[in-house]
């Protein structure tokens, strides 16, 4: 009988492999379901992004904490303050997005983002705005205040209460108690260029598609997969017979 047949291989694990093993597949796992959750929730999400038939009334969710995103319908007037958010592209064409206080018929006051207009050729001069006058009825989505995080601890610019709109790098709440204390905790944007007082609007959902979870799921469920066949074959050694 040769040498390579008078060898056969039994099972006959290391303890610490077999730890390392157990420490890690249930954390595999679990990072593979998390995925899958992420995933339903995103679908959600989306599928409340798209239900425009759902909308809930300003006043209904002006004193919760909706999801950003939910549509809402709201009625009331557009008042004076704007402000032009700065740094804002489309196309590659620099432009800012329109910001204005609105006064609904019930709820707290609100901002609203009508969407983005291009910026003039010069710093020092800033784009005409025309906001309606009188009554209107809005679609818009909650969103949160326009405060990036590096700017966070930065002064937007000064309230004011004249008509003339103001350019700022972001939107912190707080600069809209100078104009309005009562204000909504949060804003709304515009749904489409449809809406009156809208500019360009093309929003879309901001968060990461549904499929990306699921292909990160299965790169985790894949490596609990080959960590489990890894051992097992790591568990079998070779033996004289």
Not at 15 to 26: N, Q, T
Not at 171 to 188: C, D, K, Q, Y
Not at 197 to 207: I, K, L, Q, S, T
Request: net charge negative; hydrophobic share 40%; charged share 20%.
């Amino acid at each position: 009988m040769s040498e390579h047949e008078s060898r056969h291989r039994v099972w006959a694990p290391d303890w610490r492999l077999l730890l390392l093993a157990a420490a890690l597949l249930p954390v595999l796992l679990w990072l593979g379901f998390w995925q899958l959750d992420r995933a339903e929730e995103k679908n959600r999400l989306l599928a409340q992004w798209e239900d425009v038939a759902g909308a809930l009334a300003w006043v209904e969710v002006a004193g919760a904490e909706p999801a950003s995103g939910q549509p809402v319908r709201v009625s009331g007037r557009y008042r004076p303050a704007t402000w032009l958010l700065d740094n804002r592209t489309r196309d590659g064409i620099p432009g800012y997005e329109v910001l204005t206080l609105f006064q609904p018929d019930r709820g707290p006051p609100l901002v609203v983002n009508r969407g983005w207009v291009a910026a003039e050729r010069t710093r020092s001069r800033l784009p005409e705005v025309q906001t309606p006058e009188g009554e209107v009825s809005l679609l818009a989505r909650i969103a949160d205040y326009p405060e990036p995080p590096v700017l966070a601890g930065e002064a937007a610019g000064e309230p004011s209460m004249g008509t003339g709109p103001q350019r700022v790098q972001a939107l912190p709440r707080r600069v809209v108690t100078g104009v309005e204390p009562s204000i909504a905790h949060n804003i709304l944007r515009l749904d489409d260029s449809n809406q009156p007082g809208a500019f360009r609007v093309d929003w879309e959902p901001d968060m990461m598609d549904p499929q990306t979870h699921y292909g990160y799921a299965l790169q985790w469920f894949s490596l609990a997969a080959a960590l489990i066949i890894l051992t097992i074959i790591a568990s079998y050694r070779k033996q004289e017979s």
